[in-house]
């Protein structure tokens, strides 16, 4: 309901945001958090996998012996179908956590949403951490994913919507950076706990995936609920109040009534375009429209689950996941453990990067230039590693992925995340980035069920070794080719914006466009009004949600 809220929108283009203080940045930045599920869950396994108290415990074998043959140190490993099931179980329960997370946060709101998925995520924690056989770690991982899922699509649905447009591409790659900070903390765990000779190996890495879930929930119960999901729910009262809260702005701020009637103008009009008429029709709205027209909702549901498919298709998750034992194979390094642990370091190190060059340069720029920087690194560790297994060339393959790391960590990694919350209109924004971070999750788990059946001869496998680069090469030349046709700029564009923007230029020319005119102005909402309700703008179940 609109309760009292005056509504005063402006024809300036460059008045349709009201400014922003530190205080809202750091606020923004804070959902950031979230990502430490995604890099820590992600990136604990891959220890935990070649710890010997672990491969003994699960499949029975005892550990080998200093003496011991080199076929039985072959044979002293999880089974591949194990492994590949471990692996990828999480990926399964987060695509089936975000799809469903599309709904609850257009039901009950983003925040709350990602409570829920907290304490999903905790209940998947506690399981893992209790298990001693395959079973139960099964379990705990499908669950814990379904919370991942959870977070990971609505908290970048959350930070686009209460970023400032200035900085919106930086915050949302803090998303990213969340994500290598958790993978380093779990490569650091794993790096500790390797060598104990009791269950504290692996439970220690599993047991502390409770706290990062602790500190989110924690945390966001400070935060204020989206403007935007308020505006959708018709409460214009409670969302003048949240951006007040965002902006730092004295209430009844003729900056923060501009801002509002802009959001509302947005949404009246793309609701007038395709209205909502049901629960499945509010699916169906996501594949609405021309495949030829850039703006169709068809297109960015196509845009967010293909940009994403292709983020992992750059083959990273290759070396975050199986990297520790990758490097074992590769016969001349010592501590495998150490390697991997190097290459997390880079990820962290490199991301923060994408903060400045993502708003300096552009979302569109950086994905193409990465690509390309990615293909050749990936194609250059493949040549040397079927040509030399000398230390020096296994030093210069290390050298180059890390290279490799580097690019994407400063462009697709953060660039991916930024776009999906950027490309879709209100009405189906939550389910959309619900829809793209599914996708993520699919592919995620695809690759993690193949990848062990293709660099390993165990249950039938066949051992690419260094090879497989030639196949993450060439799908990174995909996603080259893919970025310079396909993907949009949206730097320095309100949300609102971004919808006006797609409706005019095509990928490719989307760079050159400018804001010429606002919602509010063409939907008649320039002068000041007397305090507006909007019925019709209401979509879904009328949920409260504390500000």
């Not at 909502?276 to 429209?289: D, E, L, T």
């Not at 030399?388 to 953060?414: E, H, L, Q, V």
Request: proline content about 5%; aromatic content about 12%; overall charge neutral.
């Amino acid at each position: 309901m609109g309760g009292g809220v005056v509504l005063q929108g402006t024809a300036d283009t460059d008045r349709v945001e009201a400014p922003v203080t530190w205080k809202s940045y750091m606020m923004c930045a804070f959902a950031a958090f979230g990502g430490i599920f995604f890099g820590f869950d992600s990136g604990y396994i891959s220890g935990v996998l070649a710890m010997d108290y672990f491969i003994s415990l699960f499949t029975g074998l005892p550990i080998p012996g200093p003496g011991a043959s080199k076929a039985v140190q072959n044979a002293f490993v999880i089974p591949t179908p194990h492994k590949s099931l471990i692996v990828s179980i999480l990926s399964a329960g987060t695509f089936f956590g975000a799809i469903l997370a599309g709904d609850l946060a257009d039901w009950f709101g983003r925040r709350t949403t990602v409570v829920l998925g907290c304490i999903v995520y905790g209940i998947g924690c506690i399981l893992q951490t209790a298990s001693t056989g395959l079973g139960l770690l099964v379990a705990g991982r499908l669950i814990a994913g379904f919370g991942v899922g959870f977070v990971s699509a609505i908290i970048i649905l959350y930070m686009s919507e209460i970023a400032p447009k200035g900085v919106r591409g930086a915050i949302v790659s803090g998303y990213q950076f969340a994500i290598t900070i958790g993978l380093l903390l779990a490569s650091c765990v794993d790096y500790a706990t390797e060598n104990r000779t009791d269950s504290g190996s692996y439970r220690i890495p599993m047991a502390l995936q409770l706290l990062w879930a602790l500190v989110l929930a924690g945390g966001l119960l400070w935060l204020p609920e989206s403007p935007r999901y308020f505006v959708m729910k018709g409460h214009l009262d409670k969302a003048a109040q949240v951006l007040e809260r965002l902006r730092d702005q004295p209430p009844g701020s003729e900056l923060v009534r501009a801002e509002l009637t802009e959001i509302i103008a947005n949404h009246e009009y793309e609701m007038s375009v395709i209205p909502q008429s049901g629960y499945f029709s509010s699916w169906a709205n996501c594949f609405r429209g021309s495949l030829l027209n850039p703006a169709s909702n068809l297109r960015r549901t196509i845009l967010g689950t293909s940009l994403q498919m292709m983020q992992q298709w750059t083959g990273i998750n290759f070396i975050f996941y199986f990297g520790t034992t990758f490097f074992m194979q590769l016969g001349t390094i010592s501590n495998p453990f150490l390697i991997s642990l190097i290459t997390t370091l880079v990820n962290v190190c490199s991301t923060p990067i994408s903060f400045w060059i993502i708003e300096r340069f552009g979302r569109r720029t950086i994905m193409i230039w990465g690509a390309l920087g990615m293909v050749l690194c990936e194609f250059i560790v493949a040549i040397i590693g079927v040509t030399d297994s000398a230390k020096p060339a296994i030093s210069a393959m290390i050298a180059f992925i890390c290279i490799y790391i580097f690019f994407f960590a400063t462009t697709w990694g953060p660039g991916a995340w930024v776009v999906i919350g950027e490309v879709f209109p209100l009405p189906i924004r939550s389910r959309g980035v619900a829809l793209s971070t599914a996708s993520n999750w699919l592919w995620n788990c695809i690759i993690t069920i193949i990848t062990p059946y293709i660099t390993s001869t165990a249950g039938g496998g066949v051992d690419l070794g260094p090879k497989i680069f030639f196949l993450w090469g060439s799908l990174c030349l995909l996603c080259l080719i893919y970025a310079y046709f396909l993907i949009p700029e949206t730097k320095g564009l309100t949300l609102e914006q971004v919808d006006r923007m797609l409706e005019e230029t095509t990928p490719m020319t989307s760079a050159k466009w400018v804001p010429h005119s606002t919602y509010a102005a063409e939907m008649g909402m320039t002068e000041k009004a007397t305090p507006h309700g909007i019925e019709h703008v209401e979509s879904g179940k009328d949920t409260d949600s504390s500000v």
